[in-house]
């Protein structure tokens, strides 16, 4: 048996009862609010005893807390903790043991008395973690990663740091923490605050660091990082400034994190608030599963932010660097009450990367990433959600399009309707009144009206409180007998209007000074009529980039040309580049042809050869190519990926081959040329097998090769992407591999027995321990549908169990499209039955009929 073929899998989703699809999207996830905070935790202490080999750790947490309500019992978060002693005393009192409930998923402390509201108790708790399921995740080498370091760190956020040492783990409550944790000798340990001893212990074969956290955050940003690291230490201000790098990436330390004592003075600077905590350091360490971290005074960073010389050619790892270095004053001095309002936390984080690009790299490229910004921010969760959303089925389900890019261009949207100096004013008052508390969106919104004097009612009410973005269109046309220009602006989008500003710019020939239009738009369509000296040479339709919106414009191609050529904001000339994109007309083409040349700024070169892509003719081909040679890596990456859309084309395909053999000082531009040459020509399964022993940034040439193995039929191409999918393998190119696997089964007519070894491998890395992992077997599983129907039971288990959201909301998505397809299948299987009915009493007719004749 083979695997079915595309068109028939589309047939199958066809035949889907209505019902049953109306009855899912009527399900409404649950309504969240911050729950309730019976005691204050004033102070958290964890006396650790760290066991590496063991994965394991075991000790004392000991919690100072104020009985804020009449009580019997405290509850506390903690997940499959062992416990074997609680102690409490109130006030000064002697300590004595008290009874307790472990449910697996709290602490129930039962107080031998009432508790009366003000009463200070202190817990002492005696437990045991081992291998917790998240929250503290431990690694070392086994038979099959011989080379993995012995490590163990903690991630909290949202609700994981439950799993490994009591507490009131959400973002409401707030503490001050200290961690002394015994470890081997010749590991380093980072926790938060500041290093009070590190002392020799157990005769010198272990070592107890003692990290105290005088001022008080919350719980999900604890942390407990123990490896082998090298330490490089600066100041700033007199702190202590530490970058914590594995020992074979330690020769990139400084080329990665060079600017952080500039971005500490900028960011105190720009906000108003000195940098808050005692120290700052940053640790990478072994798989991580996001991209950062912003534990308070100690920032967790994946492997992939320290970047070589070569790696510093097609990115930068300021970005990341900014985003988890502004949330120390954004999410760890003020913290957003919760998940509802995580906007607060992670805009407030992803504007700072907009602001350090700013000051650092210029206004060309902080334009062009909030261009990229303003992209995401208008997919997504952001389409349907509002960014204040309190429905949600679990807090990872806040993190997405809405937190991060729509709530930066929020801030953004609110700098450029404050002015910028007031907006700093603002946000210092914001930052100063919340220090060291929590905080909602009226907090916000209440700090900017009370300081400025401006309503923002409406304006959080569009921006965070309702789903989706304007979708303008305006329609500019000049009257020479009137010398005006008619500017007609209309919103597009389903349901009420949104209220912003809105500045169209006209350029006159012979005026120093363009003119202006201040647009106040409230309507679903308004009309203004805009007094000129001459027909316009340039119509600029938000030119300062202000406005979270799809912008649509309908005008004379000769200002769209004037806009390509000489608007001066890249965002301008990357919209006149998808709107020539969008022609089919030879002249237009051209003026992409160009502009891949000629444009001053990278970005807009990228876009254009991008756009000449998708058109593959012979008018893009030679520009392409050309583009192949410039100096900027960003433009060339772009030309390679632009040429595999040519097919099978053998002159761009010998160009590609030999740009292969030359090699690229950027890795990014091997890589897009590999993948493009997998699709024009079928590279020798020799090459691809020899790019996989090519060491990059990120694994991006590794990577490369094993989606282009994903697209060949050899029986041989599952082999390797089974092998590739190993726990020895980088886990980026594991990543790949899992994907692959999923693509080619679905894309080449695969046997039952290859398709079974694939089933088979995917639902073995469902056990996998990292969520990352896990998650993409499961999108491989969703992709293959009722071919995975075998790994069902497994999927749904962890769809309900799984402790980390990401992975459960995958495995959901999987067992819709194995159900889905499972109920088509039925669904076909009746209406093939219904048809041999109808068949046969066909045929029984018939022979009647046939006897009657006979008679």
């Known amino acids: 048996m083979t695997n079915r073929p595309v068109l028939l899998s589309v047939i199958f989703l066809a035949t889907v009862p209505g019902p049953v699809l109306a009855q899912a999207a009527a399900e409404s996830p649950p309504l969240q609010a911050a729950g309730d905070r019976p005691v204050d935790i004033r102070h958290l202490r964890l006396e650790l005893d760290v066991d590496l080999q063991a994965r394991r750790i075991a000790g004392t947490a000991t919690l100072d807390l104020v009985v804020l309500r009449p009580l019997s019992t405290i509850r506390l978060d903690a997940v499959n903790h062992q416990l074997t002693a609680v102690r409490g005393r109130r006030g000064k009192d002697k300590p004595s043991g008290l009874e307790f409930e472990n449910t697996g998923r709290e602490i129930l402390v039962h107080l031998p008395a009432r508790a009366a509201a003000g009463a200070k108790w202190q817990l002492a708790i005696d437990y045991s973690v081992t291998n917790p399921a998240t929250g503290l995740h431990f690694f070392g080498p086994t038979p099959k990663t011989p080379k993995q370091p012995l490590m163990v760190w903690s991630h909290g956020e949202p609700i994981s740091n439950r799993y490994w040492f009591p507490s009131q783990d959400h973002p409401a409550e707030r503490q001050s923490s200290e961690i002394i944790a015994t470890v081997p000798a010749g590991m380093e340990c980072l926790s938060n605050g500041k290093l009070v001893s590190r002392k020799k212990a157990d005769g010198g074969k272990r070592t107890r660091f003692h990290w105290k956290q005088e001022k008080s955050h919350v719980s999900y940003l604890t942390t407990l990082v123990v490896g082998r690291f090298e330490v490089t230490r600066e100041r700033w201000r007199g702190r202590p400034v530490l970058y914590y790098v594995p020992p074979d990436q330690a020769a990139d330390t400084a080329r990665t994190f060079g600017r952080t004592v500039e971005m500490l003075d900028f960011f105190s600077d720009t906000f108003g608030i000195e940098y808050p905590w005692e120290k700052y350091a940053q640790v990478v360490v072994e798989q991580f599963t996001a991209g950062g971290m912003e534990n308070t005074s100690a920032t967790t960073l994946y492997r992939g932010v320290m970047h070589d010389e070569r790696a510093m050619l097609d990115s930068t790892p300021d970005r990341l660097i900014a985003h988890e270095l502004g949330h120390q004053w954004w999410g760890d001095l003020v913290t957003c009450r919760n998940w509802s309002h995580l906007w607060l936390n992670e805009g407030f984080a992803t504007y700072s990367e907009v602001l350090w690009y700013e000051h650092k790299l210029g206004r060309d490229e902080a334009d062009y990433l909030l261009y990229s910004k303003s992209r995401s921010g208008r997919s997504g969760g952001a389409l349907t959600r509002p960014i204040v959303d309190r429905r949600y089925p679990s807090p990872r389900s806040m993190f997405d399009s809405r937190a991060y890019p729509k709530a930066g261009w929020v801030l953004h949207m609110l700098r450029h309707r404050v002015g910028d100096d007031a907006f700093l004013r603002a946000l210092k008052r914001y930052g100063t009144v919340y220090a060291y508390q929590v905080a909602e969106t009226g907090d916000l919104r209440r700090t900017f009206e009370r300081l400025l004097g401006h309503s923002l009612e409406r304006f959080f009410f569009d921006w965070t409180e309702r789903p989706g973005h304007p979708v303008v269109t305006v329609s500019s046309r000049y009257d020479a007998d009137a010398k005006q220009v008619r500017v007609e602006v209309t919103q597009d989008q389903k349901g009420e209007p949104f209220a912003f500003p809105l500045t169209v710019s006209f350029a006159v020939s012979g005026g120093s000074e363009p003119v202006r239009l201040d647009l106040s738009v409230t309507e679903k369509r308004q009309v203004a009529f805009v007094p000129v000296s001459s027909r316009p040479t340039l119509v600029r339709v938000d030119p300062e980039h202000s406005l979270l919106a799809e912008v649509k414009e309908k005008k004379a191609r000769g ?268 669904e076909l299987d009746r209406l093939r039955g219904e048809l041999e009915s109808l068949r046969k009493r066909n045929r029984d007719l018939a022979d009647r009929l046939k006897k009657l004749e006979a008679k």
């Open 559 to 826: 200002w769209w040309v004037a806009q390509l050529k000489s608007a001066p904001r890249v965002p301008e000339r990357l919209r006149a580049v998808a709107h020539f994109a969008a022609s089919r007309n030879a002249a237009d083409r051209k003026l992409l042809v160009e502009t891949v040349s000629n444009d001053k700024f990278y970005g807009v070169r990228v876009a254009a050869a991008a756009a000449l892509g998708r058109v593959a003719d012979d008018l893009s081909r030679p520009a392409l190519l050309a583009a192949l040679e410039q100096d900027n890596p960003h433009v060339r990456s772009a030309a390679a990926t632009a040429l595999g859309a040519f097919g099978k084309n053998d002159a761009v395909a010998d160009v590609l081959e030999a740009a292969w053999s030359e090699g690229d000082r950027s890795y990014k531009v091997e890589a897009a040329v590999l993948k493009s040459l997998a699709r024009i020509r079928k590279p020798p399964l020799k090459m691809l097998e020899d790019a996989l022993g090519r060491d990059s940034h990120r694994e991006v040439i590794r990577q490369a090769a094993l989606t282009a193995l994903a697209r060949r039929k050899e029986p041989r191409a599952i082999e390797i992407l089974l092998e590739w999918t190993g726990a020895d393998r980088p886990r980026r190119c594991r990543m790949a591999a899992i994907a692959g696997l999923g693509q080619r089964v679905t894309r080449v007519a695969t046997p039952e027995e290859e398709t079974g070894k694939v089933v088979k491998r995917l639902t073995g890395l469902l056990q996998a321990p990292g969520p990352r992992i896990r998650a993409v077997a499961l999108q491989a599983m969703r992709r293959l549908g009722g071919s995975a129907k075998a790994a069902e039971d497994v999927v749904a288990s962890l769809a309900e169990h799984d402790p980390e959201g990401r992975v459960r909301v995958a495995a959901q998505a999987a067992l819709k499209a194995m159900q889905t397809e499972k109920t088509a299948s039925a």
